[in-house]
């Protein structure tokens, strides 16, 4: 074999330089591969940040009280009301059969007269309201028609609980169950007040409205009505 084929066939190395090959760039998606857990951490830290500030800014909220409920107000108790017991009044006049008699309570004086046997044939009912209410001691005297007697007679109607008649009402009593009317315009207090129903104030109270011009004047007097006047009228008089 000759130098010029050996030489020939003999393999050419390699040049260093051409067996240096370079290394390729970084690509987009290596970079978001490193930037993303980045972007991830920082928000994280954020959040956080946020959560605490959040939460100093906004300390909790006081615990609930729990209230007793309010103690309900007391019941308002009435108290019984005591049942009145019966009545005793004594019954005098023209009656059938005069004396005490014991009636319910609310009793009026017609009950009174009842109990008493009614009305004798002389008795002047006009001078006594039976309809007046009576109370436990009272007395109820009916006088009678025209009876004329030396000793002053017990006032007309109901009585029990009025002053002690004086020396001059029972003089005027006595000229009244004689027949004498007592003028309105002129009598005196003593004896307005032996006056069925009239007591010390209304007759004060018929001397400061004088002058009557009739006995019906008498309705604007306080305190006397039209059964008052309708007991009064044949007992009084007004002069012209």
Sequence with gaps: MSLSSST??????????????????NTPVQWQAVLLPYLLGLLTA?????AG?????????????LMAPPTPAPTLTIAPT??????VVYVSGAVVTPGTFVLAPGARIADAITAAGGLRADADGALVNQAEHLFDGAQVHVPGAGVVGSAPAPIAGLS?????????SRTAAVELAAGDLIELNTATQAELETLPGIGASKAQAIIADRPYATVDDLERVPGIGPATITRLRPLVTVQP
Excluded: K, Y
Excluded at 53 to 65: A, N, T, V
Excluded at 82 to 87: E, R, S
Excluded at 160 to 168: A, F
């Design 53 to 65: 500030f959040f939460l100093l800014r906004h300390p909790e909220p006081p615990p609930i009280q």
């Design 8 to 25: 020939s066939q003999r393999p050419t190395p390699a040049h260093p330089a051409d067996s240096f090959q370079p290394e390729p760039a």
């Design 82 to 87: 005591p049942t009145p017991g019966p009545i």
């Design 160 to 168: 029990g609980l009025l002053p002690t008649p004086t020396p001059e």
């Design 46 to 50: 954020f959040t956080l940040a946020g």
